[in-house]
């Protein structure tokens, strides 16, 4: 996978050359390229910001400098430095092109699943007060498809903590990238039935005077696959009945409902429903 990444502070993805991503990166499963925005300036300041149309506080990034980059970045640029229209051929390779934003939709295990079979992205990384709007309209009128996400309920100065924190959600799930797949396939928020994960405990069986669950030490399989389950439901509950709300009766077996009805859920619906007690 091809990664390109725009910001005004490229030396923050240094980062990246670290851990499995660096290991990545040397097996050749990933390419990670940092590019300074600044080198698509023409003035002496290189400047990539400016006051907001309509007033207000803060400086939003120009339209121009991001699409000279991105003109570039994209392929869109001919020979004389102009704007191209995209060919079939250009635009069936183009990359997926992502704004990290924090007024956007948010950015979900499932995005970082359809991203990690992507085989090129660029991300662009607004700061001050955003970007110009017309920045993704437009290349979304050229046939690019264009991403925008936020991460959370929580503003950061720019988008460069963002685009690590889903370059790692995506990149873990390149067929390759970590050692043991198996784990990616038992954690929370796969698939449908989305659940928080289960406590988790290693030796020794007792610590400080604190014990692990008897069952966990019992060799049974079964029970221990039951507890584990009881317990993200439970917790699913407790922490995110949103998730809860979204499961899949049909997918429920007899035990899952037996637990979500005594923690006042109704499961004879499509999907669970919590009842008012
Ligand atoms: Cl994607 N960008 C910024 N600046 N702040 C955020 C965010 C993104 N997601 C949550 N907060």
Known sequence: MKIDIVSV???????????????????????????????????????????PVGGGAGMVMKPEVWAECLDELLGLADAAGTAAQPTSETSSAAPVLIF??????????RDATELSRTEHLLFGCGRYEGYDSRI??????QGIDVREYSIGDYVLNGGEVAVSVMLEAITRLMPGFMGN???????SY?????????????????????SVPE??????????????????????????????????????????RKTLMALGWEVSAAHPRKLDR
Request: net charge negative; charged share 30%; proline share 6%.
């Open 9 to 51: 502070f490229p030396e923050y993805f240094e980062v990246l050359n670290l851990s499995l991503m660096g290991k990545a990166q040397s097996k050749g499963l990933l390419e990670i390229t940092a590019h300074n925005l600044r080198d698509w300036t023409h003035d002496v300041h290189h400047s990539v910001d400016d006051t």
């Open 100 to 109: 990290p934003n924090p007024s956007a939709p948010l950015f979900t295990q």
């Open 215 to 256: 069952v966990l030490l019992s060799g049974d399989h079964g029970k221990v696959d039951r507890f584990r389950r009881d317990e993200e439901l439970a917790r699913t509950n407790e922490i995110r009945p949103d998730l809860i709300a979204r499961l899949d009766c049909k997918a429920l077996d007899k035990a899952d």
């Open 181 to 187: 797949p198996d784990s990616i396939v038992e954690e």
């Open 136 to 141: 993704p309209d437009y290349y979304r009128a």
């Open 190 to 210: 796969t698939g449908e039935g989305a659940l928080l994960e289960h406590r988790q405990y290693t030796k020794p069986a007792v610590w400080r005077g604190i």
